[in-house]
């Protein structure tokens, strides 16, 4: 990394290095409405994340952060793949949930398609050994009035809480969402499939 350079900056280098045009054009048929895709493929933003994890990677997640609250997400903001590294390193950089749960509160409004949401949830693995926590945690999104905060508590039932000791109170809180957001509805379907 350049001296000069913030560890933002030399990232958002690194993700241009390792884009892949032909993921990105089909990955942005698969988010309508999404710009700022690089097209960084899954398993190399997990590599990028590891070797944030490395370093200072909280202060990544600030200057990221910072970006998206002053410029949001798309072309001229925040990267999408900068969304996805933000929340890889919530989910791998916290042992405890109670260090992890400001840093996602602080994630879930930039939370603005269904694959980040569903990247995130899924990586979130932490929620397996803080259960209750977790639990509670996605109770207040699963009533919110957003599309995506809403997705996140359904994807996280989904993810962490399909069994036998979740399965009845899940399905309870899935009957109870009115919300007619089309990725709402979408993950709900899934869940109830599973």
């Known amino acids: 990394m350049m001296p000069d350079m913030t560890i933002r900056e030399h990232m958002r280098e690194r993700l241009r290095a390792e884009a892949d045009p032909e993921y990105r054009e089909f990955?942005?048929?698969?988010?309508?409405?999404?710009?700022?895709?690089?097209?960084?493929r899954t398993p190399?933003?997990?590599?990028?994340?590891?070797?944030?994890?490395?370093?200072?990677?909280?202060?990544?997640?600030?200057?990221?952060?910072?970006a998206w609250k002053a410029e949001g997400?798309?072309?001229?903001?925040?990267?999408?793949?900068?969304?996805i590294l933000?929340?890889?390193?919530?989910?791998?950089?916290?042992?405890k949930w109670e260090d992890a749960a400001p840093y996602i509160t602080g994630f879930i409004p930039a939370i603005n398609n269904?694959?980040?949401?569903?990247?995130?949830?899924?990586?979130?693995k932490m929620a397996g050994r803080y259960r209750q926590e977790a639990w509670e945690f996605i109770q207040p999104y699963l009533e919110s009035a957003q599309e995506y905060e809403i997705r996140f508590g359904v994807v996280m039932m989904l993810s962490h809480f399909a069994d036998e000791g979740h399965?009845?109170?899940?399905?309870?809180?899935?009957d109870g969402i009115r919300h007619d957001g089309?990725?709402?509805?979408?993950?709900?379907?899934?869940?109830l499939s599973i």
Do not use: N
Request: charged fraction near 20%.
């Open 27 to 40: 990955h942005s048929r698969l988010l309508p409405g999404i710009t700022g895709i690089v097209g960084v």
């Open 44 to 66: 190399v933003l997990r590599t990028l994340a590891k070797e944030l994890l490395k370093g200072d990677w909280k202060e990544y997640i600030s200057q990221v952060s910072a």
């Open 73 to 83: 997400q798309g072309e001229d903001g925040v990267y999408y793949d900068e969304l």
């Open 86 to 95: 933000w929340g890889l390193c919530i989910c791998k950089g916290f042992k």
């Open 114 to 124: 269904w694959a980040v949401c569903d990247i995130f949830c899924g990586s979130l």
């Open 167 to 174: 399965v009845k109170a899940a399905l309870r809180r899935m």
């Open 182 to 191: 089309y990725y709402v509805k979408m993950a709900v379907a899934w869940a």
